[in-house]
């Protein structure tokens, strides 16, 4: 008799070692552990954010990823933020990198600059690296830097949202010739049908798992993705200089959703960008870490992509992919 893992079992499945072409996506401040190993333990693959396993939720980085395994046995990945511009940082995300092998973990999600060198250790031990991409401009780049895959981030995502819808990610990037994952606009079973109708290999799903049983944010937050409709979801550029989905909320109104004049010189600057950045990064870090833990009364600021419009319970995570991956 077949299984649903076989129902659903294609090459990233077999690339991962999982059941179901599903990862739970890395969330600043939103991926608590229990979060990320109730995905992979419902057979996908959730990914550890470590700035909000550390920073966020106070864990030292290797005894975080300990606590995942007490919950799981199964894979779970790594999100590298490989923005590179500060020592501090770079020395930091290079230490996370070498607790995440030392513990076991093959799988690395990267984002915003070049991924080489994480490529180059994961390399060593068969691991796997998938790079977030926007364009096929990006994804070119990563591609000469030997990423084995691509997260396609399109127009209906939660985060920093791309630009395209999942048929032209889809179509400019596929002829790059490796497998490609659906990020964006996924809530239930028929986003995730008509993704791999598309021809994506899996879906990584944010906004969805906040609403879920797991997830340690407020209810407020997760009441607000209950509330919202895909027309609530604007994109700011005020949290850290690119455009970032979040529900709309008077707060957000009165935040206003637009960089000012300096911010934007300074965001074209090749020096004064890594400042500004920097800058959004603090800023935004406090903020986010204070409004989805603490909810309402602390600036309503809840990132969330437009897969809301078909979110309306706040489920586990076991029922969530129950939902998405019907035998
Ligand atoms: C609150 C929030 C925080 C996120 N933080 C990160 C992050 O730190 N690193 C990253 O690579 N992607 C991040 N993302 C993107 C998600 O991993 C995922 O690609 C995206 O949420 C998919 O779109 P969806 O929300 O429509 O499902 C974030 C998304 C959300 C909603």
Request: charged fraction near 20%; hydrophobic fraction near 40%.
């Amino acid at each position: 008799m077949s299984t649903t893992a076989d129902t659903y079992a294609n090459a990233f499945t077999q690339m991962l070692g999982i059941e179901l072409p599903v990862i739970c996506g890395a969330m600043y401040p939103c991926s608590n552990a229990e979060l990320v190993a109730a995905a992979s333990e419902a057979g996908g693959i959730g990914i550890v954010q470590p700035i909000s396993l550390t920073y966020v939720f106070g864990y030292d980085y290797r005894e975080g990823l300990r606590r995942i395994r007490e919950l799981t046995a199964k894979p779970i990945g790594v999100n590298m933020l490989v923005e590179g511009s500060n020592a501090t940082y770079r020395k930091r995300l290079e230490e996370w990198m070498d607790v995440s092998l030392d513990e076991g973990v093959r799988f690395f999600v990267t984002a915003l600059g070049n991924p080489r060198w994480v490529v180059d250790l994961a390399k060593q031990v068969d691991g796997v690296v998938f790079h977030d991409v926007t364009n096929v401009k990006h994804a070119q780049k990563a591609l000469d830097n030997g990423v084995d895959g691509f997260i396609c981030v399109n127009n209906r995502a939660g985060g920093h949202a791309g630009e395209f819808t999942p048929q032209q990610l889809f179509d400019e990037i596929a002829p790059l010739g490796k497998p490609t994952v659906c990020a964006g606009g996924v809530g239930g079973h028929e986003h995730l049908r008509e993704a791999l109708d598309i021809g994506y290999l899996g879906v990584q799903l944010g906004t969805r798992f906040i609403a879920s049983k797991e997830a340690s944010v407020h209810d407020d937050y997760k009441d607000a993705i209950l509330a919202a409709k895909a027309t609530d979801i604007v994109l700011t550029d005020k949290i850290s200089g690119v455009p970032v989905a979040v529900i709309n909320t008077p707060y957000v109104e009165r935040m206003g959703l637009k960089a000012g004049w300096l911010a934007k010189k300074m965001l074209r600057g090749r020096k004064t960008k890594h400042w500004m950045r920097t800058y959004y990064a603090i800023m935004s870090a406090i903020k986010l870490k204070k409004a989805n833990h603490r909810g309402s009364g602390y600036g309503d600021f809840f990132q969330a992509g437009k897969s809301v419009e078909s979110i309306d319970e706040v489920l586990s995570v076991a029922d969530i992919f129950a939902e998405l991956c019907p035998q």
